[in-house]
């Protein structure tokens, strides 16, 4: 599976940004995966063939995933970022298809996008 991954931006602390994954083969489950600088990459959410999604935590009620299986594409609307959220993201594929729920660690992923850099600002 070939990923890409764009939306990335600079924001002030309050503000939106929408990245979108686009992938050559739908019905995967796609996870969004970010890391900062110094720190290990950790996932942030995904989502299951199924629709049905994960959030970690800390993005709970700001972030939103959703696919749109017409263009196989997946899409991560972050609302109210925070400058903790300043990270390169990246969104990545396993290798089950048709799946119900999707993982949220990396070592389950093995297709990678190129990441694609979000900067929040105080």
């Known amino acids: 599976v070939q990923l890409q991954a764009s939306g990335g931006g600079s924001v002030q602390a309050g503000g939106s940004l929408r990245l979108s994954c686009d992938f050559s083969?739908?019905?995967?489950?796609i996870g969004w995966f970010r890391q900062a600088p110094g720190k290990e990459r950790e996932g942030v959410s995904c989502?299951?063939?199924?629709?049905?999604?994960f959030y970690r935590d800390s993005v709970k009620g700001r972030f939103t995933i959703s696919r749109d299986y017409t263009k196989n594409t997946v899409y991560l609307q972050m609302n109210s970022l925070k400058p903790e959220d300043t990270a390169a993201y990246y969104c990545?594929?396993?290798?089950?298809?048709?799946?119900?729920?999707?993982?949220?660690?990396?070592?389950?992923?093995?297709?990678w996008g190129q990441g694609t850099l979000v900067t929040v600002s105080s």
């Open positions: 989502i299951a063939s199924s629709g049905n999604t």
């Open positions: 083969s739908d019905f995967h489950d």
């Open positions: 990545a594929a396993d290798d089950v298809v048709g799946g119900q729920y999707c993982p949220i660690v990396e070592s389950a992923y093995t297709s």
